[in-house]
């Protein structure tokens, strides 16, 4: 067992003998992007039911945090969210819904309508230390500057990331004037180009990566951990990965500067996302809704110009969601989600946070 920089590395789940992973979760972007087949149109038929299980759920709840999946009843479209999120958490680890209705709504029964999408999907999780269970995915730099803000809340680049959730999902209300694409790579593809290419990085990736938790901190932890960011159980790979707050780790005392064996892979796998030929982008559209599966893919966003109407701004809903039916997950994951128990795992829980659904970003 070896010690690097004072904290002790050892293999949490290895890596598969054969190296590679293979199977429906390894794709790449200019592909799909030719086929289409990630790409979900609701019918007139799951759309009106949507809406009718929405205008129940309210006669029966005023608080959208109160209303459950029995509140929806859909028969049509709960039957597609099931089957769709069997094939995001075990084929290619995304979907993209269209036609969602979101125009000739207002804002409460959109969030309502939206919830109600989430119920089919997973448990709602906590997305911020205010304890929001419903994401606004706004600039709001202008409005409410506060260094620990996350950077949904502006108009910068996102970096590659996974969320520290089973399964994210975002709606688009409206769309920026210029920029905003999402881009998505599979983490699987990157685990395999990787393999092929330097072995000996992916390996490091599975030994344990120190994270910083930030202002993130729950009751009785210290402010950093450790995670490997590949981990491979019961014949899956599961993947956490955060660059800004593996980096940030390094100001901690404790935990002292990254191996240089460690700086090469984590560039290589940025080198790997950052591809062309891996990943793939989407500009959403309003009625958009992107659900990935975050132990799968890893996603950002490019930056992008605001409208200089209110009204008009780049505006998505976010959920992030833990299915009762989630992949087993390595209790190092404890760490960072609470709990390994899927459906009850995930989400940022701290003192004192009361968790609640906003219908304001702020």
């Keep these: 067992m070896s010690v690097i920089a004072g904290n002790r590395l050892s293999a949490n789940h290895p890596p598969p003998r054969r190296g590679s992973i293979g199977g429906p ?11 289409g087949e990630w790409i979900y149109a609701l019918s ?11 205008r129940h759920a ?12 029995s509140d929806f009843s859909m028969p049509k479209l709960g039957r597609t969210l099931e089957e769709l999120r069997h094939e995001v958490l075990h084929g290619r680890g995304f979907v993209l819904f269209r036609n969602f209705p979101v125009e000739d709504f207002n804002f409460e029964e959109i969030a309502t309508m939206y919830w109600g999408f989430g119920t089919y999907i997973g448990s709602a999780r906590s997305q911020n230390v205010r304890g929001h269970l419903l994401g606004h995915v706004t ?9 620990n803000n996350r950077g949904y809340l502006s108009r910068r680049h996102l970096l590659y990331h996974s969320d520290s959730v089973d399964m994210v999902s975002l709606l688009c209300l409206h769309k ?3 920029g905003g694409l999402s881009t998505i790579v599979s983490s699987y593809t990157i685990h395999d180009e990787m393999w092929k290419r330097r072995p000996d990085l992916a390996k490091r990736l599975y030994q344990g990566v120190p994270r910083s938790r930030r202002k993130e901190i729950p009751k009785g932890k210290g402010p950093w951990y450790e995670l490997p960011v590949f981990n491979y159980l019961e014949g899956r790979l599961v993947i956490s990965y ?3 707050f593996i980096d940030e780790a390094q100001e901690h005392g404790d935990v002292g500067p990254h191996d240089p064996l460690l700086i090469e892979a984590l560039d290589l796998l940025t080198e790997l996302a950052e591809d062309p030929k891996l990943y793939l982008s989407m500009n959403f559209e309003p009625g958009d809704i992107q659900l990935l599966h975050n132990h799968q893919i890893l996603h950002n966003r490019t930056e992008y110009v605001d409208w200089p109407e209110q009204e008009r701004k780049r505006y998505l809903l976010r959920l992030w969601l833990s299915p009762q039916d989630g992949l087993p997950l390595p209790e190092a994951f404890a760490e960072r989600y609470g709990t390994v128990t899927p ?13 609640h659904v906003p219908l304001t970003a702020f």
């Design 44 to 54: 007139e038929i799951e759309r009106t039911e949507m809406v009718d299980a929405m």
């Design 58 to 69: 309210r006669s029966c709840s005023s608080e959208i945090a109160d209303m459950t999946k």
């Design 139 to 147: 600039d709001i730099t202008d409005q409410y500057a506060d260094p």
């Design 25 to 35: 979760g390894v794709w790449y972007g200019p592909d799909l992007k030719k086929s």
């Design 343 to 355: 459906g009850d795992r995930g989400g940022v829980v701290i003192p004192g946070t009361e968790r």
């Design 242 to 244: 955060l660059r800004q």
């Design 176 to 178: 920026a004037k210029q």
